[in-house]
């Protein structure tokens, strides 16, 4: 799967992924590989993502939204927290 997190001031990350789960409005969400369409709001908190080589990484996201479809992720957000 190909993710791309965006904020209005930057790329934060673009790379081919594993494993995201996201903090969505009704609580955390996890997607993996042929995941359903999906278009979710999110809210401030952890991102944490599995990348195809196995590295975990994760961010402190405001909130913002996410889109699901044919494997691609595209998280806009409204910045990275300290």
Known sequence: MHLLILSPDQE???GEVKAVTAPGIDG??????????LVSALTAGPVDVVTDKGEKMQWQIGGGF???LNNEIALLVSGIQA
């Open 66 to 68: 996410a889109e699901v």
């Open 28 to 37: 955390r969400f996890e997607v993996l590989h042929n995941h359903a369409a």
């Open 12 to 14: 934060i990350f673009s």
